[in-house]
């Protein structure tokens, strides 16, 4: 059974924002963009290994699509989790194509334009099977197995090893099923109840925590870098003026009476996690309290503090707001 569903990266949210909110001919843009590619490149070689996933999603499997856990030392991320009552399977995804060499010391790809080496994904997955050990062992979770896997998404790979360990802990993606099978099969008796793994599920929902990146640590760039203000929905202006609880555009002339809320997730993305009457006001470029504070009470954003004091952090549906507002620029773009 599907326990988490898989989201579009964070990062992907984060960059087409900060794209967005840069003059046209920012140096940093060509180097987000990159970063963006590369990011869907490694999100839908995941979606692909979900496709091939669909054979265990029964009542015996739980499938967690995408987890970051927080460690002692530092968070890390899964790329595809299966938990049962006999085991735990962690699956690290990459969607390359060529030929793949992999041995004890190297992991390289050799395509038309050369060979290129890569962090070696069994140490990288073996690392993360070493904190979900940490993690388990942090509460009282011990006697479940860890098992691991590498699996290539792109169907036009080859892969070629003599490694013991890259012939059993590496896979192309339509062999998925039969390599895992190989792996479960000398696992014994159930370890867990229904109790317990329903009470893992539990915490590893709970504990997911998706990681928001900063512009400074990012791209090293000041958040004087960024445009304020309220973009045109119709023309992509950052010049929309508030008259009368809706925003003209002096452009394009277009009206909306909700053009605000991408700004706010511009806010809660790429400047900080909360924000105040002043900051709104500073970001959106307008001058009233009034209207600041009818805009922020409106949009029911749960807050500490009381009158001048009052903070708003970001809502808790935060990311399938990000989530919905993808989805609609992706089909705009198609239309």
């Known amino acids: 059974m599907i326990q988490k569903i898989r989201s579009i990266p964070l990062k992907v ?3 087409h924002a900060l794209i967005s909110r840069l003059l046209v001919n920012h140096p940093k843009i060509p180097i987000i963009q990159l970063d963006t590619r590369k990011k869907m490149s490694g999100y839908n070689g995941e979606v692909n290994t979900d496709f091939h996933l669909q054979f265990l999603n029964d009542r015996n499997h739980y499938i967690f699509l995408g987890l970051r856990l927080p460690h002692p030392h530092h968070p890390f991320q899964i790329d595809t989790l299966i938990l049962s009552r006999k085991f ?22 050799t395509t038309e334009h050369g060979e290129k080496g890569y962090n070696n994904p069994l140490l990288q997955v073996q690392r993360h099977k070493e904190q979900l050990q940490d993690w388990l062992n942090a509460h009282q979770f011990n006697r479940l197995p860890i098992l691991v896997l590498v699996a290539l998404s792109n169907p036009s790979a080859i892969i070629k090893t003599n490694s ?14 039969n390599q895992i099978m190989q792996l479960v099969c000398n696992c014994g008796e159930d370890i867990l109840s229904e109790r317990e793994l329903k009470k893992i599920t539990k915490l590893l929902l709970k504990e997911d925590t998706p990681h928001i990146p900063e512009i400074q640590k990012s791209y090293q760039l000041p958040h004087s870098d960024l445009i304020k203000g ?18 003209h555009c002096p452009h394009c002339l277009y009206q909306s009476q909700n053009a605000h809320k991408d700004a706010f997730l511009d ?26 504070s009818n805009l922020l009470a409106s949009s029911n954003f749960p807050f500490t503090g009381t009158k001048k004091g009052r903070v708003y952090d970001r809502p808790a549906n935060f990311l399938s707001l990000l989530e919905a507002r993808y989805l609609l620029q992706k089909q705009k773009t198609k239309a």
């Open 13 to 15: 949210h984060f960059n």
């Open 88 to 109: 735990i399977l962690i699956i690290e995804t990459k969607n390359l194509s060529g030929t793949i060499n992999i041995n004890e010391s190297q992991f390289s790809q």
């Open 164 to 177: 013991p360990k890259g012939k059993q802990h590496i896979c192309k993606i339509d062999n998925l099923k």
């Open 230 to 247: 309220v973009r045109c929905p119709s023309c992509s202006s950052y010049q929309m003026e508030r008259k009368i609880k809706s925003w």
């Open 267 to 292: 806010y809660f993305l790429l400047v900080n996690t909360s924000i105040t009457n002043k900051e709104l006001r500073d970001f959106l470029g307008i001058s009233s309290i009034k209207v600041a």
